[in-house]
């Protein structure tokens, strides 16, 4: 955790700073509130009892009175600040997490992308980072106000009772030390064990919820909510543990407080007796000291998040160090033009994920405004062929393997680096990636200045413009979670449009008619021909329509087992 809690000293020192004496005010205006009710009820009894006795008196109870409803109204007003102050401060922290995150997945290739379910990275952009603001919280802001309120009361009590102020200050620190490493060392690993049930079971459940229709298609819906149920009691369990430990653990304060606070008590009536400090001064010494003693009593709630912001911060730090540990230059994209002129120009040797490339170099060509198909079985690495085009799988993802793109045209020659990326690309994957959002927004997403009329002629190209008429929205139709509201050949039609609304020189197909019959893929093919006329065109298909071959004026390669 040693590098988020330097994350958060880096970008919030001054916030940070601010925040820890708002709480500095708050906690020392009640600990003062309570000191000095107590001296003042005390004194006013003695003084009460004193003019009972017939003794004459000067007792200003106007002094008392204005710093007890000082220190009230400030703890009230420190209070408020205090919270609203910080919790802004953590949400600007979250912020600066995700953002660090962000930046580190943004240099990631496909292929350790995909190495992480997406359960998996939504536990991390969203558990995971929400368990960090624990560092603000839990242990920065609640140990050092509660070591400047120690302070500040020793260095009182040395000026009222300097015979056992240090003696006080050491045992009340003491006891806050001693209670905060065993709570870390009694509760890591079990809060350890906690966290990786509950990322297992958030996994199980939203696994649960994707697959419910073939699991019940299969009569498995039981056997796999057992297993769900199986890790929640496990999980239950676990934390039936650490509750019983931090208990035990408050307990053991709890008791060394209540000694303290007895010891302290017998100590003052014999201060009082031997004339060394007045009764309400000893009343305000043991006030004090109960003050400081409910501070201390919220550590082992406190640091039992200890393991589980551990267990978070320990699941981010590949990421994170991978990131800081690479040098700028090789993390950062190079931008790389492709005009229609020039001339792509592709061969890989011995990748284990392209079957023809094994015994030979597969090797070929893209030049001027030209479309190449290749067709292939499942499995023979149709899409890692299209992924190393696009300059999105790493090539040196794969040690054995040897990839050379080189484009050439009026300027010379030159290899692309592996860490390119086109300028001007446009790539329709296999998945039909529909957001969270209107169909005009799926449409124009990172577009600007898009018309209506543009939107409705990209849809008219994929047979989707009568579809939408019937919708009561039309273009500004909400689809759902991830598309839910359309269907897989309708998701597959508006990736397509979406590609289209924009103006890349080159366009990678793959599988472009998943979900779609032969004859809407022959009429959107044409619909779509005169488009991909002025472009470089790679089409990858498991099987591409032979009539599509002949009238279509392309090179093909077909990749076999």
Request: one cysteine or more.
């Amino acid at each position: 955790m040693l590098y988020w809690f330097r994350e958060i000293y880096r970008t919030q020192l001054k916030r940070i700073t601010f925040g820890i004496f708002l709480a500095f005010i708050t906690a020392f205006s009640g600990v003062s509130l309570l000191m000095l009710s107590g001296w003042f009820i005390t004194a006013t009894a003695l003084a009460g009892l004193s003019i009972s006795a017939g003794l004459i008196i000067i007792f200003d109870m106007y002094m008392p009175g204005s710093g007890i409803r000082f220190f009230a109204l400030s703890r009230t007003v420190g209070r408020y600040a205090e919270r609203l102050y910080n919790h802004d401060t953590i949400l600007r922290l979250v912020s600066v997490f995700r953002l660090t995150l962000f930046k580190k997945l943004s240099t990631l290739s496909y292929e350790e992308l995909r190495q992480t379910s997406d359960s998996e990275w939504l536990s991390r952009l969203t558990a995971d980072l929400d368990a960090l603001d624990s560092l603000l919280l839990r242990f920065t802001i609640t140990p050092i106000v509660s070591v400047l309120i120690i302070i500040c009361a020793t260095v009182f009590m040395h000026f009222i009772w300097p015979e056992y102020a240090l003696t006080i200050g050491a045992y009340l620190l003491a006891c806050g030390v001693v209670t905060t490493l065993v709570t870390i060392r009694r509760t890591t690993a079990l809060a350890h064990q906690n966290a990786s049930l509950l990322n297992a079971m958030r996994a199980n459940v939203i696994e649960h919820l994707q697959g419910r229709f073939e699991l019940k298609a299969q009569r498995l819906m039981e056997q796999h909510e057992r297993h769900v149920v199986a890790t929640l009691e496990s999980l239950e369990k676990c934390q039936t543990a650490i509750n019983h430990r931090v208990a035990n653990i408050q307990l053991l304060l709890d008791i060394l407080l209540v000694l303290g606070t007895s010891v302290l008590v017998f100590i003052g009536l014999m201060s009082v007796n031997a004339g060394q400090i007045d009764g309400p001064i000893a009343v305000m010494a043991v006030l004090m000291f109960v003050a400081i003693a409910e501070l201390l009593q919220v550590l082992p709630a406190q640091y039992k998040q200890w393991g589980s912001t551990s267990f978070s911060a320990n699941r981010l730090a590949p990421q994170i160090h991978h990131y800081h540990g690479t040098k700028t230059d090789d993390t950062r994209l190079v931008p790389v033009e492709l005009s229609s002129s020039d001339t792509l120009k592709v061969v890989i040797n011995q990748h284990p994920n392209i079957l023809a490339s094994a015994n030979t170099p597969l090797t070929f060509s893209i030049s001027g405004t030209q479309t190449l198909v290749i067709t292939g079985k499942s499995g023979t690495g149709k899409s890692t062929v299209a992924n190393i085009i696009a300059g999105v799988s790493s090539s040196t993802s794969k040690s054995i393997a040897e990839i050379s793109l080189v484009v050439e045209g009026d300027k010379p020659a030159f290899k692309l680096p592996a860490n390119f990326a086109w300028a001007n690309l446009g790539y329709l994957t296999q998945s039909n990636s529909i957001l969270a959002g209107t169909l005009a927004y799926n449409l124009r997403l990172g577009i600007e200045n898009t018309t209506d009329e543009q939107l409705w002629e990209a849809l008219r190209m994929v047979e989707l413009d009568a579809w939408v008429e019937t919708l009561s929205d039309g273009l500004y139709s909400w689809l759902g979670e991830t598309g839910a509201q359309v269907s897989g050949g309708q998701s597959r039609r508006i990736t397509l449009a979406r590609l289209l609304l924009r103006n890349p020189d080159l366009v990678i197909l793959d599988e472009v008619f998943n979900g779609l019959d032969e004859s809407m893929a022959y009429r959107i093919w044409h619909n779509i021909s005169p488009w991909l006329e002025q472009r470089k065109v790679v089409v990858l298909s498991h099987e591409f329509p032979n009539r599509l071959l002949q009238e279509t004026h392309t090179n093909h390669i077909k990749l076999s087992h």
